[in-house]
């Protein structure tokens, strides 16, 4: 029997590319969904709740990065300013729209934190001083020059290192898809290996391995995270953050323990 803490009051939330842009169509952006989400988040907030961003690269970064394999066939070091670019044409966007919405939003380019091209090598302290100041934190999926490559950090992994960091109650991935579905069209209600999972092909881009990696990174996560992670869509993010409790909202994603 799986239990999971249900409480929400602090949340490092991902908004998935999938559900911020159109990923059918390069550069275009759901303002709609972002207005709608930036909302949530600040009833949220004006009821005592914390809470870190991260947005995914959706129609900016991934396709970016395609258009430029498809020229080259290589990714460089060179690129990297592009890709940067259209991740920060969107993240400047997510974060216009959360100030609109009198959310106290400062961007965090990773490219600028991370040494490297992998989490552990990001330096998250300037994030974590905002948010010990009730300020909310966004960062986002960005490209890495290093070693005369491109290496892509993803947004999905930035969220699942970032609730460690902040020691957060939840993590929840807000994607366009109520949760992890079965091929019947039913939400799974946990996923507790990968096994669990039934990939639909589609045609959008993704370059940071799509719903597979995500979960991926998600159950690794839940090995040592005492929160709850959940995959859900805007109308279960705006659940969640209502009650502050996950309590049937989306697919739990939890790795059986030992314990359980
Ligand atoms: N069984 C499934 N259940 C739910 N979604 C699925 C399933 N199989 C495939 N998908 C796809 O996974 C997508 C979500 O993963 P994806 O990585 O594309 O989005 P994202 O993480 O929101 O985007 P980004 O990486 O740009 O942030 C959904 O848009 C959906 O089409
Ligand atoms: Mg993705």
Redesign the pocket.
């Known amino acids: 029997m799986i239990k999971a803490q249900n409480k929400c009051k602090s949340i490092v939330v991902k908004f998935?590319?999938?559900v911020i842009t159109d990923k059918t169509k390069s550069y275009t952006i759901k303002h709609d969904v972002l207005d709608r989400l930036a909302k949530i988040t600040k009833d949220y907030l004006e009821r005592g709740g914390r809470i870190a961003i991260v947005h995914?690269?959706g129609s900016f970064g991934h396709h970016e990065v395609k258009r430029i394999e498809d020229e080259k066939g290589v990714l460089e070091s060179s690129d990297a300013p592009q890709i940067q670019y259209s991740m920060l044409l969107l993240a400047l966007e997510v974060s216009k729209t959360l100030l609109r919405h009198g959310i106290p939003a400062v961007l965090h380019p990773p490219h600028t934190l991370c040494e490297k091209p992998s989490v552990k090598n990001c330096r998250m302290s300037p994030i974590l001083r905002d948010y010990t100041q009730s300020l909310v934190p966004v960062t986002y999926g960005d490209a890495i020059p290093y070693d005369d490559k491109i290496y892509i950090i993803?947004?999905?992994d930035l969220a699942a290192a970032l609730v460690s960091i902040l020691n957060t109650d939840c993590l929840v991935y807000v994607i366009d898809e109520p949760g992890v579905m079965t091929g019947e069209g039913k939400i799974l209600e946990t996923v507790t290996s990968l096994g669990d999972l039934e990939i639909r092909e589609n045609n959008r881009i993704?370059v940071?391995?799509?719903?597979r990696?995500?979960l991926e990174t998600a159950l690794e996560l839940s090995n040592h995270y005492r929160g709850t992670i959940v995959i859900t869509n805007p109308d279960g993010f705006e659940r969640i953050l209502k009650r502050q409790d996950i309590t049937g909202v989306g697919t739990i994603i939890r790795a059986t323990r030992p314990e359980d």
């Open positions: 998935g590319g999938s995914g690269g993803s947004g999905d993704d940071t391995g799509g719903l990696k995500k």
